[in-house]
């Protein structure tokens, strides 16, 4: 007897399903989503079929199932709920307009505030290097629909989003949005502690990096841009050669001291200046080894869609709800990675071409 029975298959898929739900329900648990809801003054204040709980986990559903019109999400989400025993409101089937409504009505502080108690937990867990708390800062552009109250708050039809992540785990400890103009990786260095190493991909902005890094007591590790034009004042044994980056505003005071190291595939500068304590080689294999932007969909499959949020607060509440997912489901890829001997969440992860786009 070959194949499988239709009704085997949707039996396997409604499985999938609940086990998808039961998944952001662990990591999302009603409780903590009822704090949030309330701490964010969304809360509905007459009963509704679409209550602000039922449609947080909706709006984080629309990342699982992302192929899924509003009904088959809503559908699939109600179904996981109840067979999770946990109240969705009450039932007729909602419109796509009303879904849409209750979106509206719930906004985007929801999601944020959720994803940041889940990074804020997620920052007692580090990778450990040589005595260093060691995180990765990588940055990518996601695409938006260019509608005229986006093009106005975006100035553009993507947006950019700065992450500051676990080295080792992926976990997103902080993040910052906004136009594709600016650069963002100083605002996601305010979490950081003393004794932290941050491993960076290579920016447009490396002195605020590095003068947001020294404010709070850590180090970077980061790609110069070609070509190199900083000095050698000092070549070290190890090929290594010390060197000071300079300040526009005031260079004499403002400089910083660094190292220049010649990597593999690139060449990097490091603060970390003792080739003893911070060996050439290992520093190449944290930078070669980081987390990288793109981890964000490969842990989630996305697909080459779009956002779908017509406005400012809508592209808010999607951007904030995929990283909630992220956060979800990327330890249940990093064991499956685990199992098949591969790194989840550092190197070589293609990118869909319309979800984002690394920079």
């Known amino acids: 007897m070959g194949g499988i029975t239709r009704a085997a298959k949707a ?4 499985l999938s399903d609940r086990v998808a739900i039961g998944m952001l329900l662990k990591a999302f648990p009603p409780e903590e989503v009822d704090a949030a809801i309330d701490a964010a003054g969304a809360r509905e204040q007459r009963s509704r079929a679409l209550p602000a709980r039922t449609m947080v986990y909706f709006t984080l559903a629309l990342w699982l199932f992302g192929g899924a019109g509003y009904d088959a999400v809503l559908a699939r989400l109600t179904a996981g709920m109840r067979w999770a025993g946990v109240a969705t409101g009450t039932r007729s089937a909602p419109s796509t ?7 509206k009505r719930l906004g985007p502080d929801v999601m944020r505030r959720l994803f940041l108690g889940r990074a804020a937990a997620d920052r007692a867990e580090a990778a450990r290097w040589r005595g260093m708390r060691v995180c990765t800062l990588d940055a990518g552009v996601v695409d938006i629909p260019d509608t ?3 093009l106005a708050a975006f100035d553009h039809s993507k947006v950019r989003v700065s992450v500051l992540a676990g080295h080792d785990t992926g ?6 949005v906004g136009s594709p103009r600016e650069e963002l990786g100083a605002r996601v260095l305010d979490t950081i502690s003393p004794g932290t190493l941050v491993v960076a991909h290579r920016s447009a902005g490396e002195q605020d990096l590095w003068r947001a890094a020294a404010n709070r007591g850590a180090d970077l590790l980061w790609r110069a841009r070609a070509p190199i034009t900083l000095p050698r004042l000092h070549v070290l ?12 505003g005031d260079p004499v005071t403002d400089s910083l001291a660094v190292r220049v190291l010649q ?3 690139a060449v990097l500068v490091t603060t970390l200046l003792d080739p003893d304590q911070a060996p050439a080689a290992e520093l190449a294999a944290l930078h070669r080894t980081r987390w990288r932007f793109e981890a964000l969909f490969e842990s989630l499959e996305a697909g080459p869609v779009a956002l779908r949020s017509q406005d ?11 990283l909630c997912v992220y956060q979800a489901v990327h330890p249940w890829r990093r064991k499956e990675a685990a199992m098949r ?3 989840a969440g550092s190197g070589g992860f293609g990118m869909p071409p319309r979800r984002g786009t690394h920079q």
């Open 171 to 176: 976990s997103l400890l902080d993040v910052a």
């Open 237 to 248: 044994p190890d090929g290594s050669f010390l060197s000071r980056m300079l300040a526009d």
């Open 341 to 343: 001997g591969v790194s």
């Open 11 to 14: 039996s396997r898929d409604r």
């Open 148 to 150: 005229a109250a986006n």
């Open 312 to 322: 400012p607060h809508g592209v808010a509440q999607e951007l904030w709800a995929m």
């Open 97 to 103: 307009g009303s879904i849409t409504k209750a979106r």
């Open 263 to 265: 990597a593999p595939d």
